[in-house]
């Protein structure tokens, strides 16, 4: 018996091992030659950077002769307001339809989750009229406005569902000491939705920074691209140049590797507690 | 916070009026408003500018005219059918592909007893986090001619004669997409299934183990009827998602154009390319208004047939 | 027979040692219970038992045979869960059937017993029902009956009253001892709450940080602690314990003696009931009133004595106190439970001479 569940577990190790490498060779490919000289690119793709074939010209073509730094800061601006906007104005608004009961609560609450099923991209066409209407066709405002409508409505949806789950009582409690409803917001219940912030933040965060499709209709100008776009970009420019595409991919990769790590224990855990309701 | 009160036989009824609660509104109202403005007026618009055309210079109304145009005139009827055909077929893929692999994924790492499940779970939902340009273009270097990535590894398992250039063959570019997309996105359902298996309940699965069950026979008969609603909510999360979001990747590696020969063309790609052009094609956006209100429709036929068909009939066993 | 011996049981989770080396014989048709503080190892044990958890070391025997090395299905057991653990998407008549079926077990047997366990637990009004449309008390029964059909040598019974209200404990508890009556099953029952534990057991064993303080039936754990611990959590409302002094033989508390004992001169432990103390105007404890609670048929009076010590009481009928007022009790000496520095029970004696 218990050999049969030996077996069966090593099967298990196997399969997910194989898997395991399948998921991360492409990573692994990139990161090694970026760090490579063109030839040993070319010459040997599988093998590891020594001494003779390591080189940084990668990075380096990536540093000069494109203006990564600007595209890094504009994506870090317009995901990083996005998610402050999304944090709270969605935590607001959970609030308010968690706590409170109002004439028309229900269909408020429904019609502002409903985004999470109809795609933004759809309004594509009027959203670039009203953009450009509003003045802020290539701006990073226009972008960050738009990923912040697009991320509300998840938002929206986790801080409600686990706001449900805390109790009235400590919030009571505030109100018999006096505080305003809004002190009571941003002192007591801002710091009860710790626990999903981190879930919250990496669902959103993620389709923000690596969205090609916004930056390319709304911002493509210079000064507003963002790295993904950027990324797309070089590669369209330095095809052949593949150092340098490829150092400019393991830039692209980095931040989110970061967060990743930083926060997955928050993300699956938050994924595990909220995400299940159908 | 609000309270009315009356007293029964008082002839005045000493009702306090309700003070409008204006905070309500303050919380709610910033992100109603940027959420209206900016995703739901712009698709209510869309679907208003599908019915207008530019004809001798002005914008004036013309009904349903350009679905006409889009379902029977040659150059766009071929396009928009080409690309609904490929989009349905991606969808069919993932479906048929991602979703079991994702399923199988996580009731491997939903083994209690497994080791090391949490660096599973880290490494495999590392591929959904990194940007499409970085996947598309990664796995075009892979399985490039050139770079000899793929073919070297071919001829490693003696499959060497097997090696075609896929991504640049009509018959072969949307299934090698595809499989790139399954590649990147196997994460997010396998994440949802698994938080689905780890919701069922212990005690349950202890109870079956005492009935005689094994591990295989408890996933068929106790955790896969458990967790049928997540996999509706999967059906419809990889429908929407196949039907939008594929633009990204297909443009990344194939271009505006969803080569060879738009075999890759779906949805958002002849979207895209109605609406601004693309090298010799003219931009026009009332198509493009048009082609976005169709895709809009065939999302909703989708989720209205999850939401009343699929989900009823998938009743939650909550007790 | 289904009789149970566990052998030398030890069982640590890593480096915590959970269980420690228990002993236990348990005879045919028997109902113990095994109760005692969360944490005490009484439900890891019983795991164990159903095979849910092994043991680090140790034997396990169902029926005279070895069973530790056998995965729960094979052993002879069914067992009742605290959350019923019902299956969601089956009926009730699948939930009773569901273990035979899978076994393929001919459907006119799987019928037959699921019919007796239905009459037997009055569940065929809800055959066709799923678990979410039943309440707690009938999912209870279905959960029992499972187990029933199963026609198991030893039940396993996991806190299942836990999460029930109080009304339907006490009609819940009555059912089970019923249901052992009829059907005479050994039965293994674990709980914390001790009034489950005098009403239901034939034999009960207190557990305490993975030990077992006391084997023994229900009078005999409440009439013989064998030390302060078991006293203490044995009846309700638990019993006094007292900072007395031995002297000569005689135990006293402030300089009064409730009884003599062969406890050695100094310090010890004086264990007395709430319900073995009686008002008595010249009663050796004498203290000051200050709290009492009217139940009614029955009265709980605090007293505050002398030297601080607190004592509780519980008298027949309705009394008036006033707090603050003088009270004296008194206690007969066979009802004193001494204990020695290391709470073990001492034997006392009565004033009179004869032991207790």
């Known amino acids: 018996m218990i050999m049969r569940e030996r077996i069966s577990s090593a099967g298990i190790h196997a399969v997910l091992l194989a898997y395991s490498a399948l998921a991360l060779f492409p990573l692994a490919l990139i990161v090694i030659n970026s760090l490579k000289s063109k030839r040993a690119i070319f010459g040997s793709p599988l093998a590891i950077p ?99 409508a697009q991320g509300l409505p998840i938002a929206i949806f986790i801080f409600t569902e686990f706001l449900r789950s805390v109790s009235r009582e400590i919030k009571d409690s505030a109100r018999i000491d006096g505080l305003s409803e809004y002190r009571i917001f941003f002192e007591v219940v801002v710091p009860l939705v710790r626990p999903v912030i981190a879930t919250v933040a990496v669902f959103s965060m993620i389709p923000i920074w690596n969205d090609l499709w916004f930056p390319l209709i709304l911002s493509p100008g210079e000064e507003t691209r963002t790295v993904t776009l950027g990324v797309q970009q070089f590669i369209g420019q330095y095809t052949v140049n593949w150092g340098a595409v490829l150092a400019a991919l393991s830039v692209a990769i980095l931040p989110v590797l970061v967060m990743y790590m930083i926060f997955s224990k928050q993300l699956i855990r938050g994924i595990t507690a909220g995400a299940v309701k159908g | 916070m609000s309270t009315s009160a009356e007293t029964p036989d008082s002839g005045v009824s000493l009702r306090r009026r309700t003070p409008i609660r204006w905070y309500i509104l303050v919380f709610l109202a910033p992100a109603t408003l940027i959420y209206t403005v900016f995703a739901i007026y712009p698709i209510a618009e869309s679907l208003r500018l599908s019915l207008f055309q530019v004809e001798s210079g002005e914008r004036s109304y013309v ?64 591929p959904t986090l990194l940007s499409v340009v970085v996947v598309g273009f990664i796995w075009q270097l892979i399985l490039s001619p050139l770079w000899g990535v793929t073919p070297a590894f071919m001829n490693f398992i003696g499959a060497g004669s097997f090696f075609r250039p896929w991504l640049g063959l009509e018959t072969s570019a949307l299934v090698t997409v595809t499989l790139i997309s399954i590649w990147q996105y196997v994460g997010i359902p396998m994440m949802l299934f698994y938080a689905a298996l780890l919701n069922v309940p212990e005690e349950t699965i202890e109870a079956a183990r005492i009935d005689g069950l094994s591990g295989w026979s408890i996933f ?21 998602g196949n039907f939008t979001a594929s633009f990204d990747l297909i443009y990344s590696i194939q271009g505006g154009l969803a080569g060879p020969d738009g075999s890759t063309d779906v949805m958002g790609t002849f979207l895209f390319r109605t609406f601004f052009g693309f090298q010799s094609q003219l931009g026009d956006v009332y198509m493009g208004a048009t082609v976005a209100s169709m895709l809009f429709f065939i999302i909703l036929v989708g989720v209205g047939t999850y939401l009343f068909g699929v989900q009823r009939r998938l009743q939650r066993y909550t007790s | 027979m289904a009789t149970l011996d566990l052998k030398g049981i030890r069982k640590s989770f890593g480096k915590l040692e959970v269980i420690r080396d228990i002993d236990l014989a348990v005879n045919d048709g028997e109902l113990v219970v095994f109760v005692g503080p969360s944490g005490c190892g009484k439900s890891t044990m019983l795991r164990m038992i159903a095979g849910l958890e092994t043991a680090t070391q140790g034997e396990i025997h169902i029926g005279g045979q070895r069973v530790d090395h056998l995965p729960p299905a094979d052993r002879g057991i069914a067992m009742v869960f605290q959350s019923y653990a019902l299956y969601p998407h089956k009926d009730v008549r699948g939930n009773l059937g ?118 023994g039936t229900p009078l005999e754990l409440y009439r013989q602690p064998a030390n302060a611990f078991v006293a203490g959590f044995i009846g309700s409302p638990a019993m ?49 009133v200050s709290v009492f609670e009217h139940l009614g048929g029955e009265s709980f009076v605090h007293l505050t004595l002398a030297d601080e010590q607190t004592l509780v009481a519980k008298l027949d009928g309705a009394h008036e106190f006033v707090p603050g007022a003088t009270c004296r009790l008194a206690i007969a000496p066979e009802q004193c439970h001494v204990f020695d520095a290391d709470d073990q029970r001492i034997t006392t004696r009565a004033i009179s001479g004869e032991a207790a």
């Open chain 1, 50 to 148: 020594d001494a003779e074939s390591f080189s940084a010209e990668g990075y380096a073509s990536v540093l000069t002769n494109s203006d990564f730094p600007l595209y890094f800061s504009n994506s870090l601006i317009v995901t990083g307001v996005s998610l402050v906007l999304i944090l709270l104005l969605g935590a607001m608004a959970a609030h308010a339809l968690s706590e409170y009961r109002f004439p028309g609560d229900a269909f408020i609450g429904i019609y502002l989750i409903l985004g999470i099923m109809v795609p933004i991209r759809l309004g594509t066409v009027a959203l670039l009229e009203l953009i450009v209407d509003m003045g802020l066709a290539n701006t990073l405002t226009a972008l960050i406005l738009v990923y912040t």
């Open chain 2, 220 to 240: 068929w008969k106790i955790k896969l009827p458990l967790i049928l609603p997540t996999l509706g909510l999967v059906g419809i999360l990889t429908y929407i």
């Open chain 3, 240 to 288: 006094n314990f007292l900072v007395a002094e031995v002297s000569g033989g005689q135990v006293r508390v402030a300089d009064r003696t409730l009884c003599t004992s062969s406890a050695p001169d100094g310090p010890a432990k004086l264990g007395l009931r709430p319900e073995h103390l009686e008002l008595d105007d010249n009663g050796p404890l004498e203290g000051k």
């Open chain 2, 63 to 126: 009904g349903f005219a350009n679905y006409a145009r889009l379902m029977s005139e040659p150059y766009w009827a071929e396009q928009f059918w080409n690309a609904f055909k490929n989009n349905v077929l991606l969808f069919l893929l993932h479906m048929l592909i991602q979703n079991p692999i994702a399923l199988a994924l996580a009731a491997m790492l939903s083994v209690p007893t497994l080791k090391g499940a949490a660096t599973y779970r880290t490494i495999f939902f590392l």
């Open chain 3, 98 to 215: 569901f273990a035979l079926k899978h076994a393929k077990v001919d459907p006119a047997e799987i019928n037959r017993r699921v019919n007796i366990a239905s009459d037997i637990l009055g569940l065929s009004e809800m055959m066709e029902r799923k678990p979410r449309e039943l309440s707690g008390g009938q999912r209870q029964r279905v959960a029992i009956g499972r187990a029933i059909v199963r026609e198991p040598d030893v039940f396993l019974f996991d806190e299942p009253l836990s999460n029930l209200d109080a009304a339907l404990r006490v009609h819940m508890r009555v059912e089970i001892l019923k249901l052992h009556q009829r059907i005479g099953n050994t039965m293994i029952y674990v709980t914390h709450d001790q009034v489950e534990a005098m009403t239901l057991a034939d034999r009960i064993v207190v557990f305490r940080d993975g030990n077992i303080e006391q084997v």
